[in-house]
T-cell receptor, first 120, second 113 residues
Framework: NAGVTQTPKFRVLKTGQSMTLLCAQD?????MYWYRQDPGMGLRLIHY???????AKGEVPDGYNVSRLKKQNFLLGLESAAPSQTSVYFC???????????????????FGEGSRLTVL | AQSVTQPDIHITVSEGASLELRCNYS??????LFWYVQSPGQGLQLLLK??????LVQGIKGFEAEFKRSQSSFNLRKPSVHWSDAAEYFC???????????FGAGTRLAVHP
């Protein structure tokens, strides 16, 4: 049981290049999220998805696109990378409220180990 | 808008000493509150959560937190810190459904032997 897996774990890009971060979860969670972590700012929500084929904007969506073609995968894309997108990116997943396997709502997000992206 | 403030950026304690990490939130209704811990190079792990009921909640690794509505606070405590507790700690509040969270800036804990 791997939980939430992010690839790649490290990447260096030049300004203007594009890339995709992949998040995969094996817990059959409905909800998935992409956060970015910057020093002194905690984690900020970029985009999220509440089910296969659905996506929604979070707090800081500009410059990013996402797709959820399969329930277990959530992709984060940067079409034209900028130095301001240098950050550590975390994917997370969770059950819907009140729909855990035991019928209990945990409200817990399960996080991947992060992907460190540097844009030069 | 909802927000979370963690006033202490860095805290250093001696091993065996008690610990209290502060968290203040801004939220109109009864909040869902969380504490997460991040070890170096790792993702975040849930320590404990508060939804309703008893205002003192117990978590993993010997941590507890107390919800005080009058002070809009949810401080994390541990009676005796271990060297392995050195990490970054994040307080978070639920943000309007779908389990979205708003995080504080984090408090980095260092533990001296």
């Amino acid at each position: 049981n791997a939980g939430v897996t992010q690839t790649p774990k490290f990447r260096v890009l030049k300004t203007g290049q594009s890339m995709t971060l992949l998040c995969a979860q094996d817990m059959n969670h409905e909800y998935m999220y992409w956060y970015r972590q910057d020093p002194g700012m905690g984690l900020r929500l970029i985009h999220y998805s509440v089910g296969e084929g659905t996506t929604a904007k979070g707090e800081v969506p500009d410059g990013y696109n996402v797709s959820r073609l399969k329930k277990q995968n959530f992709l984060l894309g940067l079409e034209s990378a900028a130095p301001s997108q240098t950050s550590v990116y975390f994917c997370a997943s969770s059950y819907p409220q009140g729909a855990g396997t035991s019928g209990l709502y945990t409200g817990e997000l399960f996080f991947g180990e992060g992907s460190r992206l540097t844009v030069l | 808008a909802q927000s979370v403030t963690q006033p202490d950026i860095h805290i250093t304690v001696s091993e065996g000493a008690s610990l209290e990490l502060r968290c203040n939130y801004s939220y109109g209704a009864t909040p869902y509150l969380f504490w997460y811990v991040q070890s170096p190079g790792q993702g975040l792990q849930l320590l404990l959560k508060y939804f309703s009921g008893d205002t003192l909640v117990q978590g993993i690794k010997g941590f507890e937190a107390e919800f005080k509505r009058s002070q809009s606070s949810f401080n994390l405590r541990k009676p005796s810190v271990h060297w392995s507790d050195a990490a970054e700690y994040f307080c978070a509040v639920g943000d309007g459904g779908y389990n979205k969270l708003i995080f504080g800036a984090g408090t980095r804990l260092a533990v001296h032997p």
